[in-house]
């Protein structure tokens, strides 16, 4: 693994005199980097549901045809990493399920860490699951929860739920939308001429050409319909928690998290970097891509020539988002070319974003010594991770994690970099400009927000009884 992994994008949009389908479809390719290994899209006309889904990237589950059939004027779309049930057709979302009330859909970004618990309350209603996701056992429990609409039931469910969560849903006429009470997965309010939009990041909206309204706030719910938006708090217990790597690494440098371009605040973390680490070095550079704005603030603070001495394959994706270890190490050899020209003879100073199990970053110091490099001075723009995330990210098992079981000294020995420094806890906290108190860093120092004993593993769900 070389980072953590990442879950779901999720994308609601409510446009009766446009074509919300296809307007998912591209919202859902400006949220592919959340994740690659399904997609789906549901639409609503008023009377039914129709749903699509399948395995791989938003460009090959869609065919314009597949888009133009599934019509409506109410939609919601997926695209996933897993991070509860396997890799498998039958876990793409959106989950779709019936009730008393008619079908509902269920998009979901995030976790459920008392996921054992829901999963027993859903068997005691007499349903049984048919896939091994946390997602499909919180539409069943909304579905056969009291009362006598869909809000009610959302009410009743959502209050039981614990952990990182973002829900968008559909029913034949009406979107909704949740956040969990820690806002720790992002999810903002669009406005479209006819309409509106929800998403995980701003990206989905400017690419639709929606307008940001707001950040969902924790804990609120929503209903969009034909008479507006209505707006509650399903629950009174909120404490701001969003996840720090989503402005380290998760979100696209051109999204806005609360209020602040993800590009800017990378680059405030690089003049952090520089000055906690400096290094005598004859040029900085980056690990291509998510670490570029990095290494451009950590150049400008230091002082020091920026530029480029990888070159990233562009047609592949993201290393971490692909399901099996052997596939991802094979992926780092084809995703980067390095520039002999550039770095033969030359002290650089490389940023990255984080080292997670230590795999990956040998690999890539040693492209660049075989490409000439004199000494490679690394450079990590998040703290060491230490402790695994239960909270919609795919960290590892904590005894994998390599600052987990080892100093930085001998992380720097195993990667085999002349030196290396991580951004230190208070200097990510100062580039992000939140309170530290309204960001989880759990991965960092062990405090999660809430208590998350009695977790099943990812795979778990594939070995409960019915």
Request: aromatic share 6%; with cysteine.
């Given at each position: ?51 699509l ?89 909304i579905?056969?929860a ?49 309409g ?24 609120e719910l ?58 005598a ?44 270890q ?97 951004l ?20 960092f ?6 208590p ?8 778990g ?6």
């Amino acid at each position: 693994m070389s980072k953590p992994r990442e879950q779901c994008g999720v994308v609601a949009i409510y446009a009766p005199r446009q074509e919300p389908a296809r307007m998912t479809f591209f919202a859902l390719y400006a949220l592919q980097h959340r994740g690659q290994e399904s997609a789906g899209i549901c639409t609503a006309d008023g009377t039914s549901l129709h749903n699509l889904t399948g395995m791989g990237l938003v460009s090959q589950v869609f065919r314009d045809r597949d888009i133009a059939r599934l019509g409506g004027s109410l939609a919601i779309g997926h695209t996933r990493y897993s991070t509860t049930g396997s890799s498998r057709a039958e876990n793409a979302q959106p989950m779709v399920v019936s009730s008393p009330l008619g079908s509902l859909a269920l998009a979901h970004n995030g976790n459920v860490v008392n996921v054992a618990e829901i999963r027993q309350r859903v068997v005691d209603f007499g349903v049984t699951p048919r896939t091994s996701t946390d997602s499909e056992l919180v539409a069943h429990l909304i579905a056969q929860a009291p009362g006598d609409s869909w809000l009610e039931r959302m009410r009743s469910a959502l209050g039981q739920l614990r952990g990182a969560f973002c829900f968008v849903m559909l029913t034949r006429d009406h979107l909704y939308a949740a956040r969990d009470p820690w806002g720790i997965r992002p999810l903002v309010l669009g406005r479209l001429d006819s309409g509106w939009v929800v998403a995980s990041e701003t990206c989905a909206l400017d690419t639709i050409g929606a307008q940001p309204i707001r950040e969902i706030a924790p804990g609120e719910l929503l209903a969009i319909g034909q008479d507006g938006v209505h707006s509650e708090q399903f629950t009174k217990q909120t404490r701001r928690a969003g996840c720090s790597f989503e402005f380290i690494y998760f979100a696209r440098p051109d999204s806005l998290l609360d209020g602040q371009l993800v590009y800017s605040t990378r680059e405030r973390m690089g003049e952090a970097l520089a000055r906690e680490h400096p290094v005598a070095a004859d040029f900085v550079m980056p690990v291509p891509d998510s670490a570029t704005p990095a290494a451009i603030g950590f150049a400008r603070a230091a002082g020091l020539p920026y530029r480029e001495g990888l070159v990233k394959n562009r047609y592949i994706g993201r290393t971490f988002i692909q399901p099996y270890q052997d596939q991802r190490e094979v992926g780092v050899d084809l995703k980067f070319n390095p520039l002999p020209e550039v770095l033969r003879g030359q002290r650089i100073a490389v940023v990255d974003d984080s080292i997670v199990r230590g795999t990956t970053t040998p690999r890539i110091v040693a492209m660049l010594r075989r490409a000439g490099a004199a000494e490679v001075h690394l450079r990590i723009c998040a703290p060491p991770i230490r402790y695994a995330c239960h909270l919609g990210v795919d960290t590892a098992p904590e005894e994998s994690l390599i600052a987990n079981i080892h100093s930085v000294e001998e992380i720097r020995t195993a990667v085999g970099a002349d030196s290396l420094g991580y951004l230190s806890l208070d200097g990510l906290v100062g580039a992000i400009g939140l309170p530290e108190q309204q960001l989880c860093n759990a991965c960092f120092h062990g405090r999660y927000p809430m208590p998350i004993d009695g977790l099943v593993d990812k795979l778990g769900l594939e070995q409960s009884p019915a």
